[in-house]
């Protein structure tokens, strides 16, 4: 097998010198991945997998690699996207290798018609070397990918061809057994690497903080970097930003992305809408035929993270692009977006603004034509009345029912019980039909009434320019007919939608004059939570505390409970923060006390009061408060919830009640291995095996040691590898070596 490394590459090198391509904490984390993706490109695998969770450096570690290859050997990368097809592949392999190879007499080449045959003369050319990489290859759609996976399959098959997949899962049962291949895990970086990066970013940070900070992240790097950003930009402490986390009441990783999105403004914001919002890389061509944007802004994304290059296109962060995706407006104009496509298409791919094959870009159309089309968001309400196209979902099994047969009274009181069970495609069905017959309608109210429901339906389906439009509607009617709370109602509605699409001025704009103008307690209380949340966002956790009792004293029976437990639980968080531990406590069993159980802030309310209770050693109270939080996750499924409370209450039982303990360590590993969180995984099963080693059940504890010994240091930081090898041999001393090897004969 040829060596496709360059002559002058050193190992010593690639491992200890960082390039411009892997980060340095990244590169030292990942040591023993490093040199099996080192030795890749001197043995006789034919496919190498990195693999790994999103954001831990799996395009850094094949980046660095490729670094080392040969100046000789032709590197065919493409970025898989939700829109990539073969025939893309195909065009970015030929104008790669149209670039690369050189060639004096074109005529064989000249005489081959199709894009897949071109390709096939020059990789068949013995003396030349390939690496085909595909980035994020977990992207392709599955109808897609089948095709996808024969091709590499088959071009992986050549002597002269290497191929590399970045993906987060992939199926080694499709190689065939004669296609040698290496599968590696990039992974979270160790506690001393995250500590290092941080303290390098001049970030103080306490050890409890560095815990915590860690445990959140999961010891992500790009998790890591994001947070990191963020504390910088806004000034935040650590304990600051964590603070900002648990006030949130959101999953760390929407939060994350959600506060990292906000540090983006005006149309630079705007063109990452576009970037998240698209199924296809951007470049500066594109990004100025369907939104007019300058150039700079793809120089201020790719700096921050948001977005990074590939050959000549620009793509949106991974995990980004995941937890946004559902968040952010559309702004996209599809009517613009459908004619720009359909004028791409009439033109040759190469001439194309970027490099997309015409299969792909009819799937794009026939996608953008059958929704709805809405206009592009240039200001806050929507000028012209929205065209109503309901959108087809699998979900809707049954054929629509003839609503001819319906009286509008009763095609109301249906469009009702859809949305009472969340039915909201159905209720949209219904309500577009309506809209349909508006010119039968008699008289207003009822009229009115369609046009509640319709922005209320629109607004659980994050249609906002649709819901705009219709609370516009709305304000104006109320407005004429001096209805004022009516119309404050509305307000409040178009302030919420505002706050979630980011439009904070003009939401802040709404509720400072809702709080001085109505009378109405649910939209007092809800105002000042809103209020109280943006400003614990900007930071300013006095005035947010201020807004959240305004709130607490408009709390009455008109309040729902969901809101009562948002405002006593960030209530109590604050008070907590400011160390006014009486008001904490009082607050998080108010919160608990409204008992509503499916609600996610009461496993956090019983949680926090653990912590709390735990800090001030009390033992025995901070127990039964994560019993109780285990409880409530439990009800609501939240594995990760349920891992971490049950993780303390076996942390605080006594050593004395061996049965309860084992019992205790399987559950919290059980919940660990449904997280998808590694870090959860490994410390739960190190747990467990200690609980045997002390009992003692040595055999038992020698299982679970095992189960994690041989994934190996290159996947478990060096100190608990350390740890778990010396409890190994520790049992191999109580067992002795009989009984040891007729256990474990491969122990090295």
């Known amino acids: ?59 850094q570690i094949a980046e660095h690699t490729l670094s080392y290859l040969d100046k000789k050997v032709i590197t065919l990368k493409f970025y898989c996207t939700e829109s990539s097809k073969l025939d893309d592949i195909h065009l970015e392999f030929l104008k790669i290798l149209k670039q690369k190879v050189s060639s004096k007499d074109t005529s064989e080449l000249d005489a081959i018609n199709s894009v897949a045959d071109k390709i096939e003369f020059f990789l068949s050319k013995a003396e030349l070397k390939f690496v085909p990489i595909f980035y994020n290859f977990d992207s392709i759609t599955d ?5 996808i996976i024969n091709y590499i399959l088959s071009i992986s098959s050549k002597e002269n061809i290497k191929t590399v997949i970045c993906s987060k899962t992939f199926d080694t049962d499709l190689i065939p057994e004669n296609l040698m291949y290496q599968k590696i895990m990039a992974k979270p970086l160790s506690k001393d690497n995250f500590e290092n990066y941080i303290r390098g970013m001049g970030i103080k940070i306490t050890p409890a903080m560095l815990d915590q900070l860690y ?58 809408n576009l970037f998240v919002k698209l199924h296809h890389g951007l470049n500066i061509k594109v990004l100025q035929s369907i939104g007019s944007y300058p150039e700079n802004i793809l120089k201020m994304l790719a700096e921050n993270f948001y977005i990074y290059r590939k050959g000549d296109l620009f793509y949106p962060s991974e995990f980004l692009k995941q937890q946004l995706e559902d968040f952010i407006p559309d702004e996209i104009s599809k009517k613009r977006l459908t004619s720009y496509y359909e004028k791409q298409i009439e033109l040759s791919p190469e001439n194309r603004d970027f490099l997309i094959s015409r299969q792909s870009l009819l799937e794009e159309i026939a996608f953008y034509k059958g929704i709805d089309v809405e206009p592009s968001e240039s200001s806050n309400t929507v000028e012209q009345e929205p065209q109503h196209v309901t959108e087809q979902k699998a979900e809707i099994k049954d054929s629509t029912p003839d609503y001819e047969n319906f009286s509008i009274e009763e095609l109301v009181k ?83 939608i505002f706050y979630q699409i980011y439009k904070i001025v003009d939401s802040i704009k709404l509720l400072k004059s809702l709080v001085t ?73 108010k919160c608990i006390h409204i008992d509503e159980k499916e609600s996610k802030y009461i496993a ?62 399987k559950e919290v590993k059980e919940h660990a291995l449904k997280t998808d969180d590694y870090n959860a995984l490994l410390l739960s099963i190190i747990k467990l095996g200690d609980v045997y080693y002390d009992y003692p059940e040595p055999e038992k504890a020698l299982a679970e ?44």
């Open 604 to 665: 956090l309310a019983y949680s926090n009061m653990g912590d709390l209770f735990y800090d001030n050693d009390l033992k025995a109270d901070a127990k039964a408060c994560f019993q109780k939080a285990y409880e409530a996750d439990k009800l609501n499924k939240n594995e990760y919830g349920m891992y971490y409370s049950l993780s303390k209450v076996l942390e605080l039982t006594d050593n004395t009640d061996k049965d309860l303990l084992v019992k205790l360590a």
């Open 143 to 147: 109808n897609s990918k089948p095709e």
């Open 215 to 272: 445990r959140l992240t999961r010891g992500y790097f790009f998790s890591l970097c994001l947070c990191c950003k963020i504390m910088i930009n806004q000034e935040y402490s650590a304990n600051d930003f964590i603070v900002q986390y648990t006030n949130s009441g959101e999953k760390f990783d929407v939060f994350l992305a959600k506060t990292y999105y906000r540090l983006i403004v005006g149309t630079t914001k705007s063109a990452f």
């Open 414 to 496: 249906k469009t009702e019980d859809y949305f009472a069970q969340y039915d909201y495609l159905k209720a949209l069905d219904v309500l577009t039909f309506i809209l349909g017959k508006k010119s039968t309608i008699q008289g207003t109210q009822i009229l009115y009434k369609v046009y509640k429901l319709i922005a209320e339906t629109y607004t659980k389906l994050s249609k906002w320019n649709y819901a705009l439009y219709y609370y516009d509607l709305l304000e104006s009617h109320y407005s004429n007919l001096s209805e004022l709370e009516n119309m404050y109602l509305i307000q409040y509605e178009k302030a919420s």
């Open 1 to 59: 097998m040829a060596n496709f490394l360059s002559a002058t590459a050193n190992f010593e090198d690639f491992i200890n010198l960082s390039s411009v391509e892997i980060n340095s904490h990244v590169q030292k984390n990942n040591e023993a991945i490093l040199k099996k993706s080192f030795t890749f490109f001197q043995n006789e695998s034919k496919i190498l997998i990195i693999g790994g969770f999103a954001g831990v450096g799996k395009k």
């Open 517 to 589: 103008l109505s009378k109405s307690n649910y939209i007092l209380a809800g105002s000042n939570i809103m209020l109280g949340n943006i400003s614990l966002s900007a930071s300013n956790k006095q005035l947010a505390v201020e807004y959240y009792k305004h709130g607490i004293a408009r709390v009455d029976d008109t309040v729902p409970n969901s809101m009562k437990m948002e405002l006593y639980f960030k209530y109590a968080v604050l008070s907590d923060e400011f160390g006014d531990i009486g008001t904490a406590v009082e607050y998080y069993n």
């Open 705 to 748: 040691y095992l189960s994690l010994y041989r994934e190996g240091v290159e996947v478990i930081e060096e100190l608990n590898f350390s740890m778990i090898k010396a409890r190994i041999e520790d049992i191999r001393a109580r067992l002795g070596k009989e009984r040891f090897e007729e256990l474990v004969p491969d122990y090295a």
